[in-house]
């Protein structure tokens, strides 16, 4: 049985063909959940959500924020990395999925 390594797989899914570019789309991914780390605690003291507030409440503020938050850095990283159609497309794959999931179905 012949082994495909997981490097291999990725580029066959993303379509993409060059070594380079599956490196910085990883950099990309990783600068993006890096920046999201290190912006969670000025923008949790900015919004005042602290330890004093309950469970419930720092996961209904964080949990969308920081999503939204990471998408965006995203963006950023894959665009300033030479990688930007990768991503707008991934964005707009993400977005038809959250329109399904979440919009209103029109039964008129």
Known sequence: MKKINLVTKLKTKWGISRNLDFILIMLAFSFAGLAVSFS????????????????????????????????????????????????????????????????RSRTD
């Open 40 to 103: 969670r605690r000025p923008i949790c003291h900015f919004l005042g959500v602290d330890q004093k507030i309950a469970l419930w409440i720092k996961i209904l503020v964080n949990v969308p924020l920081f999503v939204l938050l990471y998408q965006v850095w995203l963006i950023t990283f894959g665009c300033l990395l030479g990688q930007f159609t990768f991503f707008w497309e991934r964005e707009k794959k993400l977005g038809r999925f959250l329109v399904k999931v979440f919009g």
